[in-house]
């Protein structure tokens, strides 16, 4: 009988795979906050401030965001025959579902006996994803490619899921590859091109079906100063086309509106100490969390949320939540599995991801999982939303990583890869399954968390209450959007230039460039509250430099960068800062950043893109709080402002309280290489 006994428990499944809460959730037709539902009129799908027009071809012939538009001519399908190119042209635009998230519709067109058919869907966040499928026994194509003209006056920034292919818009043509490193296995499966407003990005899934000369270069830009082009090289070579299918996605940004007072959000690590910055501004302070290290001291091993040390988390939430400060728990890899794991000897095989990628950590080899297996969708989901959120009262979670896409994957266990004529076996990259799960985190969090908010904040009807706050060197809006926030700048410690922000040499302006920093670090253009990790050796009680703290403020500040985790900076100059701006009330102000005209102050000299002005307009007084920066890495600048305002206007420095005049409504000021000034007016 004990026999009996034994094997019926083993049998017995695990309560976090026959929950059902994921499928219902999965399953609810619901827009989360702040989104609203899918709107359609005619031929045009708006969503929360954009747009999509069909006309003339099967893809849209208008994408607009914040009214303008991104789109120079309608995106064109081009299948060249017997030496002749042919755009196929729409013959059948029909609606076929309709939801609040979700609208479900398809357009056909035909060339000389191929038949085109994309089958569409629009989902509340603006994503456009197609699959195009071709019929046409006989036809065989030179090439088939598609062509994305975009606007040229939007166009200064780009960039993709590689290190590297980030910053100023080139000006040669970019030969985009499906693997940014071959080596590790990630894929380039995201590229972006806009500016600080906003832009346009596509997003892959797979190459099963394309015939390409090569895969470095499965996508191309074209740079022109009238029309620059995106193109997508679906088909190189003399092909049949019949029984083939395109998968991809088109999504304009920003996707989502910002909360008002996105440029002064601040987090940290929980620190106890009286004199750390997150306890003398607690008031000012978002969110806060804890890392596992030591080992085991808040979970065992990097992704293990049934295995937290409940007593140590709850004592910091209670610790955060006297002080107003919402807690996220313990940060985690949830895209990491390891022996650890109590399901591992059964599912590891399962979650893995295919070629094994793994990291040594304290020891313990920590494997990569991948999001395209539903088991480990469940079990992770179920680990993290109902044993620490609901559990413990969390208010939110911290990924240090997310879920899909970090690196392709062929684990045909769960359905990743593909395999080619001569039996190789190729990566895929699980994007809708970690929209999947990443939306369903979100209306989870909407139903079950309420979090504090900073005491300085202003109301942000519409906006979640829960933090969901993911970390990644490079973003994808349409796979981790579904955050509240993003971390932002750990790459600075690892630049691929320059001295390290590890070391007391190292600036943004040295390993990262104002290209690359306003390709990966600004919000605006995204939608999502960018928090950026300022790695650097100032911490402790009584650093004796605040040069780095400084530095990073100059470029923060013009930009609405906020700071993510703000212990690593002088404490005394965090303060410092962090309480002018707490005085003008600046998380209720109006921010223009830099790169957008503002009302008050103009620099006449020098004229550089280094060289910049933004401003705080206040909510209710005539006041402005000004930051000039100059970026520049070796050269001191003079810099002459002009005031625009009301005449006559009381000028201090907000740092030192020295008082400022202007001269025929002019000011100059020295500015150091890449360092501030912040000026205080009242008008």
Not at 44 to 62: A, C, F, N, Q
Not at 77 to 88: A, N, R
Not at 655 to 660: D, M, P, R
């Amino acid at each position: 009988m004990g026999e009996s006994i034994v094997v019926k428990q083993a049998e017995e499944k695990p309560v976090w795979l026959t929950s059902q809460i994921y499928d219902e959730y999965a399953q609810q037709d619901r827009v989360p906050m702040p989104w609203q539902p899918v709107q359609v009129r005619g031929r045009t799908i708006s969503v929360w401030g954009r747009s999509m027009k069909w006309e003339d071809s099967l893809l849209p012939s208008s994408i607009q965001s914040q009214g303008r538009e991104l789109l120079a001519a309608p995106i064109q399908i081009i299948v060249k025959l017997d030496g002749k190119e042919h755009v196929v042209p729409i013959k059948r635009f029909r609606i076929l579902q309709r939801k609040q998230s979700r609208i479900d519709f398809l357009t056909e067109g035909e060339v000389r006996g191929l038949h085109f058919r994309a089958e569409m869907f629009v989902e509340f966040d603006g994503l456009l994803w197609v699959t195009l499928k071709v019929k046409g026994k006989r036809r065989k194509v030179d090439e088939m490619r598609i062509v994305v003209s975009l606007v040229a006056k939007h166009l200064r920034l780009y960039q993709t899921f590689a290190r590297a292919l980030a910053g100023w818009i080139p000006d040669k043509p970019l030969r985009l590859p499906w693997l940014a490193d071959a080596k590790e296995g990630i894929v380039n499966f995201y590229h972006w091109f806009g500016d600080e407003d906003g832009g346009l990005g596509f997003t892959y899934t797979s190459l099963q079906h394309w015939v390409l000369k090569s895969e470095d270069n499965f996508c191309t830009f074209l740079p022109d100063l009238k029309r620059p082009k995106y193109v997508i090289n679906l088909v190189e070579r003399p092909s049949f086309l019949d029984g083939r299918v395109f998968q991809f996605g088109i999504q304009a940004t920003p996707i989502k509106p910002l909360p008002p007072d996105y440029s002064m959000m601040k987090g940290s690590t929980v620190r106890f100490e009286p004199w750390q910055a997150m306890n003398q501004i607690a008031d000012d302070v978002d969110m806060a969390l804890v890392w596992p290290v030591p080992a085991g001291t808040a979970m065992r091993s990097l992704n293990d949320p049934y295995h937290v040390d409940r007593k140590v988390l709850e004592e910091v939430k209670e610790f955060c939540h006297r002080k107003g400060i919402a807690f996220l728990g313990v940060a985690h890899c949830p895209h990491r599995i390891s022996p650890l794991n109590d399901e591992f000897a059964r599912y590891a095989d399962e979650w893995k991801r295919l070629p094994e990628n793994v990291l040594e950590w304290e020891k313990v080899p920590h494997y990569m999982a991948c999001g395209k297996s539903y088991t480990y969708r469940k079990w992770l989901f179920y680990g993290w939303a109902i044993e620490n959120i609901l559990k413990l009262g969390l208010d939110g979670l911290y990924s240090d990583g997310w879920m899909t896409g970090q690196m392709g994957c062929n684990n045909p266990r769960h359905g990743c890869g593909w395999e080619d004529e001569q039996g190789k076996r190729h990566l895929t990259v699980p994007v809708l399954e970690g929209r999947e799960f990443n939306r369903v985190m979100c209306l989870f969090l909407e139903d079950h968390v309420r979090a504090p908010v900073p005491k300085t904040a202003p109301e942000r009807a519409g906006f979640p209450r829960y933090h969901f706050w993911m970390h990644s060197w490079e973003f994808v809006p349409s796979v981790m959007g579904f955050a509240t926030e993003w971390l932002t700048g750990e790459f600075a410690a690892w630049p691929l230039q320059g001295p390290s922000m590890r070391t007391p040499e190292g600036t943004y302006g040295k390993c990262l460039g104002l290209g690359l920093f306003r390709a990966r670090c600004l919000s605006t253009n995204w939608g999502v509250p960018n928090l950026f990790d300022p790695i650097m050796p100032e911490a402790g009680e009584n650093p004796p430099t605040d040069r780095q703290t400084r530095m990073a403020y100059a470029w923060f500040l013009p930009h609405g960068v906020p700071i993510g985790l703000m212990e690593y900076m002088n404490v005394k100059t965090v303060v410092k800062v962090s309480e002018v701006f707490r005085r003008f009330d600046a998380r209720k102000a109006l921010f223009s950043p830099a790169w957008r005209p503002n009302p008050y102050w103009v620099i006449e000299s020098p004229v550089d893109p280094e060289v910049m002005v933004a401003v705080w307009q206040h909510p209710s007084q005539r006041q402005v709080l000004a930051v000039i920066s100059n970026l520049k890495v070796t050269e001191n600048v003079q810099v002459r402002l002009r005031w625009t305002g009301s005449p006559q206007p009381h000028i201090r420095n907000a740092l030192t309280g020295e008082t400022l005049s202007l001269k025929d409504d002019r000011l100059d000021i020295s500015l150091p290489s890449e360092s501030f000034e912040l000026l205080w007016v009242e008008h």
